[in-house]
């Protein structure tokens, strides 16, 4: 859906006037183009399906999502909701009877990696791990997602790059395709990404695009039949430069090439992100 009005703990869209969208179903707020930071979840506490409006208890801040500088300029951006219910009933089926054979055993929750959203769909079952680890004694979380999130942002050094000449340009095609993770835009001797500009990035799994209505929903499985991978674009939402270079780096490497399944760098963080949470148990 699109959203038509938002603030810090509700948001309403024309789209989900009318739908099954009910309590505790999670929403995906803000629009997707590649980087996992543009959009936030949150669980719903209470839907009115009659005037479209949904809301949350944890508050929502601009400062959560790249690209905007106020909830308003989430008004017309995009908006998800899913319904992990089934995930999380078999989940507790699996903690109670671990806690039959077991009583006293540690559980921990591994998170997902920082995928690519377009072909892994791993959003909102961080909310379900937690909310499970706190209704369960003696169970907790492996935050996976945040370390590999700072692993790819800090992992930038400048060698992968490229330098385009601005001509007042909103849109620059550039000579990456598919998906990446971690990257700066250089304008002025300031790293503009994610305030100024976005970087559009194709590649995923997508109905064909000559559908329309009905058609285009997909159900159960991913429909894998249609992939597409596209070059990127650097896109500017505001202060397009004019004159001078804009230097686009992009990280060293990445955590998995198919941001689901590690290579071995993502194998070498996922095991210290295991070797330090069993620590912190043991201490």
């Known amino acids: 859906g699109l959203i038509s009005g938002i603030d810090a703990f509700s948001l309403t869209s024309p789209q989900i006037?009318?739908?099954?969208?009910?309590?505790?179903?999670?929403?995906?707020?803000?629009?997707?183009?590649?980087?996992?930071?543009?959009?936030?979840?949150?669980?719903i506490y209470a839907a009115d399906t009659v005037v479209g409006r949904v809301s949350w208890l944890q508050p929502l801040d601009a400062g959560e999502i790249l690209n905007i500088?106020?909830?308003?300029?989430?008004?017309?951006?995009e908006c998800s909701v899913r319904d992990l219910s089934g995930y999380e009933e078999q989940y507790r089926?699996?903690?109670?009877?671990?806690?039959?054979?077991?009583?006293?055993?540690?559980?921990?929750?591994?998170?997902?990696?920082?995928s690519n959203y377009r072909e892994r769909q791993l959003w909102g079952y961080q909310i379900i791990h937690r909310k499970l680890a706190n209704e369960y004694v003696n169970t907790g979380?492996?935050?996976?997602?945040?370390?590999?999130?700072?692993?790819?942002?800090?992992?930038?050094?400048?060698?992968?790059?490229?330098?385009i000449p601005a001509d007042g340009s909103?849109?620059?095609?550039?000579?990456?395709?598919?998906?990446w993770q971690g990257f700066e835009v250089w304008v002025d001797q300031k790293d503009v990404y994610g305030k100024d500009c976005y970087i559009e990035q194709g590649e995923g799994y997508?109905?064909?695009?000559?559908?329309?209505?009905?058609?285009?929903?997909?159900?159960?499985?991913?429909?894998k039949s249609h992939d597409v991978t596209k070059k990127m674009k650097l896109?500017?939402?505001?202060?397009?430069?004019?004159?001078?270079?804009i230097r686009v780096i992009k990280a060293?490497?990445?955590?998995?090439?198919?941001?689901?399944?590690?290579?071995?760098?993502?194998?070498?963080?996922?095991?210290?992100?295991?070797?330090?949470?069993?620590r912190d148990l043991l201490h």
């Open 17 to 43: 006037t009318g739908s099954t969208v009910k309590a505790g179903d999670i929403i995906r707020i803000g629009t997707y183009h590649g980087d996992n930071r543009q959009v936030v979840c949150r669980e």
């Open 69 to 77: 500088d106020s909830l308003k300029d989430l008004i017309g951006k």
């Open 93 to 114: 089926e699996l903690i109670d009877k671990i806690r039959v054979i077991s009583p006293h055993t540690r559980i921990l929750i591994t998170q997902p990696g920082w």
């Open 141 to 163: 979380t492996i935050e996976v997602t945040d370390r590999l999130r700072d692993f790819q942002v800090n992992y930038i050094s400048g060698r992968k790059s490229l330098e």
């Open 170 to 179: 909103k849109t620059y095609l550039l000579p990456w395709s598919g998906h």
């Open 206 to 223: 997508a109905v064909p695009q000559d559908r329309s209505g009905e058609a285009l929903n997909i159900s159960g499985a991913y429909d």
């Open 235 to 245: 896109v500017f939402t505001q202060n397009i430069p004019q004159k001078g270079m």
């Open 252 to 278: 060293d490497t990445v955590w998995a090439h198919d941001f689901t399944h590690t290579n071995e760098a993502g194998a070498y963080i996922y095991g210290r992100i295991y070797v330090d949470r069993i």
